[in-house]
């Protein structure tokens, strides 16, 4: 989750009495930053993927702040991705809505492993902060892939908000 605002929306709209159910998604970070970078570079002054790391931690502490306050079952999207069934049951009971297959039958994994096929040489040399790593191991994603990426490299140079029953991503 990006903004405070956000959050205090939230409590505001839960304090009216209202029903609010929030789940967690989350990509690996490192596809993330991988992909932000790729696609908006040229957009945004000074971009790097230690810019874009950074920006990943503060969101990240954002949405820890968010699970301190509220029942947040995080969900990996490449779980997600890979076991529809399975994660899409948990989901939908804890939103409280009807399972519904039609809904997911369409999700693939295809979004994954970004950051280990990226040709791009900023983000081959790109060198994780030691809080970044901690998060990332956090969250289960492994040290050890990230290792071997940069072993092979030295020889060769995104939250939503679920309430009453609609999804919205908060930018």
Do not use: C
């Amino acid at each position: 989750m990006r903004r405070k605002e956000a959050l205090q929306l939230l409590m505001e709209y839960q304090k009216a009495d209202n029903d609010v159910r929030i789940i967690a998604l989350i990509r690996d970070p490192k596809d993330v930053i991988a992909s932000q970078y790729a696609h908006w570079n040229n957009l945004v002054s000074n971009d790097s993927p230690e810019f874009r790391e950074r920006q990943w931690l503060i969101d990240y502490l954002n949405l820890k702040d968010l699970r301190e306050i509220y029942d947040v079952p995080m969900f990996r999207y490449e779980d997600v991705a890979n076991y529809p069934e399975t994660n899409f049951d948990r989901i939908y009971k804890h939103l409280g809505i009807d399972y519904d297959e039609l809904t997911f039958s369409h999700i693939r994994p295809v979004n994954t492993g970004r950051f280990y096929k990226t040709k791009d040489e900023k983000l081959q040399r790109w060198k994780f902060t030691s809080e970044f790593q901690r998060r990332l191991e956090v969250l289960g994603y492994s040290q050890e892939d990230y290792n071997q990426h940069h072993a092979r490299n030295k020889t060769t140079s995104q939250t939503w908000v679920a309430v009453k029953g609609f999804l919205k991503r908060f930018e």
